[in-house]
T-cell receptor, first 111, second 112 residues
Framework: QKEVEQDPGPLSVPEGAIVSLNCTYSNSAFQYFMWYRQYSRKGPELLMYTYSSGNKEDGRFTAQVDKSSKYISLFIRDSQPSDSATYLCAIQIQGAQKLVFGQGTRLTINP | EPEVTQTPSHQVTQMGQEVILRCVPISNHLYFYWYRQILGQKVEFLVSFYNNEISEKSEIFDDQFSVERPDGSNFTLKIRSTKLEDSAMYFC??????????FGDGTRLSIL
């Protein structure tokens, strides 16, 4: 079983829609959860960082963690064409420094 | 907003040659990292560096690779005797604590 699994998409939605992006993980030792956005030919840009179960909101973005199900989500409200990018989940074990990334989901928001 | 900068943006090297990838981390950060992303694959961890020594490394980071912080601002990844399979995007990252990590825009390494 892969450490972190993420549907690579592609996912295409109309402007203004709510987008849901998800990752599952297999190791209960994972304690820290991040979402990165990556535009073409650019590096991963940190969007959200959380370490507890529940929701964390920042503007149009909400990160949700369910440790009991080993499932994390990123919701984007009122999606914009500028949100078109690849979204990467990244997870980290307590006491470790390496991030374990998902495959990334390619998202397109259509005007 | 402070950012991680990487040079060059694209490096083309002949197989068997040595290459050095350079990074300037965010100035008050203490932890430094290298990751790589082979085309179409996941971002993979290579190595982390803290307090002037390697603190964690992956199985990928073998004797072919080395890292150095030659001065107070630069962080380098050296790849000796490059192979075709070393072709990838190499990302440098830095952080104040082990998380969260902030990434540069990468160096695209092409081995011919």
């Amino acid at each position: 079983q892969k450490e972190v699994e993420q549907d690579p998409g592609p996912l295409s939605v109309p402007e203004g829609a709510i987008v849901s992006l998800n990752c599952t993980y297999s190791n209960s030792a994972f304690q820290y959860f991040m979402w990165y956005r990556q535009y073409s030919r650019k590096g991963p840009e940190l969007l959200m960082y959380t370490y507890s179960s529940g929701n964390k909101e920042d503007g149009r973005f909400t990160a949700q963690v369910d440790k009991s199900s080993k499932y994390i989500s990123l919701f984007i409200r009122d999606s914009q064409p500028s949100d078109s990018a690849t979204y990467l989940c990244a997870i980290q074990i307590q006491g470790a420094q390496k991030l374990v990334f998902g495959q990334g989901t390619r998202l397109t928001i259509n005007p | 907003e402070p950012e991680v900068t990487q040079t060059p943006s694209h490096q083309v090297t002949q197989m068997g040659q040595e290459v050095i990838l350079r990074c300037v981390p965010i100035s008050n950060h203490l932890y430094f990292y290298w990751y790589r992303q082979i085309l179409g694959q996941k971002v993979e961890f290579l190595v982390s560096f803290y307090n002037n020594e390697i603190s964690e490394k992956s199985e990928i980071f073998d004797d072919q690779f080395s890292v150095e912080r030659p001065d107070g601002s630069n962080f380098t990844l050296k790849i000796r005797s490059t192979k075709l399979e070393d072709s990838a995007m190499y990302f440098c990252a830095s952080s104040q604590a082990p998380r969260p990590q902030h990434f540069g825009d990468g160096t695209r390494l092409s081995i011919l």
